[in-house]
């Protein structure tokens, strides 16, 4: 069971400011439990019912919410606040029903979990989700037009471009940063995906799957897809899966043999991945990301694309640190009780 530690700090009044009492040292959490981390022992509020209450949040990992919720004497009053962002933002609410010698408390919550990335063609934009869902947390410009593939690698977003400029990028982190480039094996590539240690591609005109050395350019081997014009692909730890036309096949292990097939959502699949439970397909004709039923055409849930025309789809897993400073009491009181602040979860 966590447990955290109470220190007593130190407090100041500052009339210029209106700031009554506040400690302004940073905590983090870094659990995925609601974890107390300051606490302020009101005095007399001098008639008043109602504080206003500042604190600053910020999430150690872009993209990745972090949650913090005001409390009084234990119990959960404020709204549940949350940011995404790796700058500090601060919020502010105001607490009715509020007694002398209450105490008032910031909680904090980190969460981890899988989100999304989509390749838009229309506008040319990847889009940061929050997790299996079409919310959009943030966007940026990929390095050219015409992205059809991407997939997750060691933290590292993978992009393929085809027509402007036939290469494969790696991204630092899931941002816009690029760290490598190189060469398609082809002309016309499209999809692509990892295995753990190869990546894996496919191209549109040659009919082929490439299996790379590593994150490299260089090619160990390559195969006939079933179908021509393969577009999409993912592994789901076992088997290859490739998307084109209306269905979706299921390849054995890492190789030209099918074991079967099954119909694609509505108008096919243009983006494939894997949540180590269940496929993810994307439809741009339907403008929908689809959750399916582990590996087969059931559908367990879908939700809207964040615009049209999505072409490529990649999960990674976020995993992030809540952090909090600046948690100030706004307002007028004669005298503060107790200011203290909470050690991290051990």
Same mark, same amino acid.
């Given at each position: 069971?966590?447990?955290?530690?109470?220190? +007593?700090?130190?407090?100041?009044?500052?009339?210029?400011?209106?700031?009554?009492? /506040?400690?302004?040292?940073?905590?983090?959490?870094?659990?995925?439990?609601?974890?107390?981390?300051?606490?302020?022992?009101?005095?007399?509020? #001098?008639?008043?019912?109602?504080?206003?209450?500042?604190?600053?949040?910020?999430?150690?990992?872009?993209?990745?919410?972090?949650?913090?919720?005001?409390?009084?004497?234990?119990?959960?009053?404020?709204?549940?606040?949350?940011?995404?962002?790796?700058?500090?933002?601060? %919020?502010?609410?105001?607490?009715?029903?509020?007694?002398?010698?209450? %105490?008032?408390? #910031?909680?904090?919550?980190? #969460?981890?979990? %899988?989100?999304?990335?989509? $390749?838009?063609?229309?506008?040319?934009?990847?889009?940061?989700?929050?997790?299996?869902?079409?919310?959009?947390?943030?966007?940026?410009?990929?390095?050219?037009?015409?992205?059809?593939?991407?997939?997750?690698?060691? /933290?590292?977003?993978?992009?393929?471009?085809?027509?402007?400029?036939?290469?494969?990028?790696?991204?630092?982190?899931?941002?816009?940063?690029? %760290?490598?480039?190189?060469?398609?094996?082809?002309? +016309?590539?499209?999809?692509?995906?990892?295995? /753990?240690?190869? #990546?894996?591609?496919?191209?549109?005109?040659?009919?082929?799957?490439?299996?790379?050395?590593?994150?490299?350019?260089?090619?160990?081997?390559?195969?006939?897809?079933?179908?021509?014009?393969?577009?999409?692909?993912?592994?789901?730890? $076992?088997?290859?899966?490739?998307?084109?036309?209306?269905?979706?096949?299921?390849?054995?292990?890492?190789?030209?043999?099918?074991?079967?097939?099954?119909?694609?959502?509505?108008?096919?699949?243009? *983006?494939?991945?894997?949540? /180590?439970?269940?496929?993810?397909?994307?439809?741009?004709?339907?403008?929908?990301?689809?959750?399916?039923?582990?590996?087969? $055409?059931?559908?367990?849930?879908?939700?809207?694309?964040?615009?049209?025309?999505?072409? *490529?789809?990649?999960?990674?897993? *976020?995993?992030?640190?809540?952090?909090?400073?600046?948690? +100030?009491?706004?307002?007028?009181?004669?005298?503060?009780?107790?200011?203290?602040?909470?050690?991290?979860?051990?």
């Amino acid at each position: 069971m966590p447990l955290h530690i109470p220190i +007593r700090t130190e407090i100041y009044d500052s009339e210029e400011t209106g700031i009554a009492h /506040g400690h302004d040292a940073e905590v983090v959490e870094a659990e995925a439990l609601w974890a107390i981390k300051k606490e302020i022992t009101v005095g007399w509020l #001098l008639g008043h019912d109602s504080v206003k209450v500042d604190f600053d949040l910020k999430s150690s990992a872009l993209g990745v919410p972090v949650y913090g919720r005001l409390y009084v004497n234990d119990a959960a009053v404020g709204i549940q606040q949350s940011e995404s962002g790796v700058s500090y933002v601060t %919020k502010t609410e105001t607490l009715t029903g509020i007694s002398d010698l209450d %105490k008032i408390q #910031l909680f904090l919550l980190a #969460l981890t979990g %899988k989100n999304l990335v989509s $390749a838009s063609f229309s506008p040319t934009r990847f889009y940061v989700q929050a997790g299996l869902t079409g919310t959009v947390i943030r966007y940026f410009t990929p390095v050219s037009a015409n992205s059809y593939g991407l997939v997750v690698a060691n /933290g590292d977003l993978i992009s393929v471009i085809d027509g402007t400029t036939d290469k494969i990028y790696v991204h630092d982190g899931i941002t816009s940063t690029i %760290k490598d480039s190189f060469a398609t094996p082809s002309t +016309r590539p499209r999809g692509i995906t990892f295995d /753990g240690t190869n #990546l894996i591609s496919c191209d549109r005109d040659t009919g082929l799957i490439y299996v790379h050395v590593g994150i490299s350019g260089a090619i160990s081997s390559s195969f006939a897809s079933p179908v021509a014009q393969p577009l999409t692909l993912t592994f789901d730890g $076992a088997n290859l899966i490739i998307g084109a036309g209306n269905k979706i096949y299921v390849q054995v292990g890492i190789s030209s043999v099918n074991d079967h097939s099954f119909d694609a959502p509505v108008n096919g699949a243009c *983006g494939l991945d894997f949540d /180590g439970e269940n496929l993810i397909s994307a439809d741009g004709g339907t403008d929908k990301t689809y959750v399916h039923d582990g590996v087969t $055409a059931a559908i367990l849930d879908e939700f809207d694309s964040p615009s049209g025309a999505i072409h *490529g789809i990649a999960l990674y897993e *976020g995993l992030s640190i809540a952090h909090a400073q600046n948690f +100030r009491i706004i307002g007028e009181m004669k005298e503060l009780i107790e200011v203290t602040a909470f050690s991290n979860t051990i």
